[in-house]
C-alpha cells in the first residue's frame, strides 16, 4: 500500500508563487513515476509535470518553464514550485506515483490564483 498526502495549495494572486507538496508512505519501488496532476471546475484532469527516480522530467506545455517538479527522496516527497502563476492554473493538484504498473493517488491541494 502507497499513500500520498499533497499540501501547499493556496489563494494566490496572479503572478505569484506557491510550492506544493507530496510526501509518500509505504511501499516505495526502486523504479517509479511521479507526477503533479490538476483537475480545474468542468475539466478533465490533466498532467502537469512528472519525474522519474532517475530524475527525468516532463512538463505539459502549459507550464514549461514557469513550473518545476523535484524530488527529495530521503523524504520520500516530491515537490511542485509554480512561478509566475495565472488564473487558469487554478484547479485542485493530486499527485501520483506509478510503480510495478499500479498508480496511486492523493486526494489534492486546491490552489486559487485570483485577484
Known amino acids: 500500500q502507497v499513500q500520498l498526502v499533497e499540501s501547499g495549495g493556496d489563494l494566490v494572486q496572479p503572478g505569484g508563487s506557491l510550492r506544493l507538496s507530496c510526501v509518500v508512505s509505504?511501499?516505495?519501488?526502486?523504479?517509479?513515476?511521479m507526477g503533479w496532476h490538476r483537475q480545474a471546475p468542468g475539466n478533465q484532469r490533466e498532467s502537469v509535470a512528472a519525474i522519474s527516480s532517475r530524475d527525468t522530467t516532463t512538463y505539459a506545455d502549459a507550464v514549461k518553464g514557469r513550473f518545476t517538479i523535484s524530488r527529495d527522496q530521503a523524504k520520500n516527497t516530491v515537490y511542485l514550485q509554480m512561478n509566475n502563476l495565472k488564473v487558469e492554473d487554478t484547479a485542485v493538484y493530486s499527485c501520483s506515483i506509478l510503480q510495478r504498473g499500479i498508480t496511486s493517488w492523493g486526494r489534492g491541494t486546491q490552489v486559487t490564483v485570483s485577484s
Open positions: 509505504g511501499s516505495i519501488f526502486p523504479f517509479y513515476v
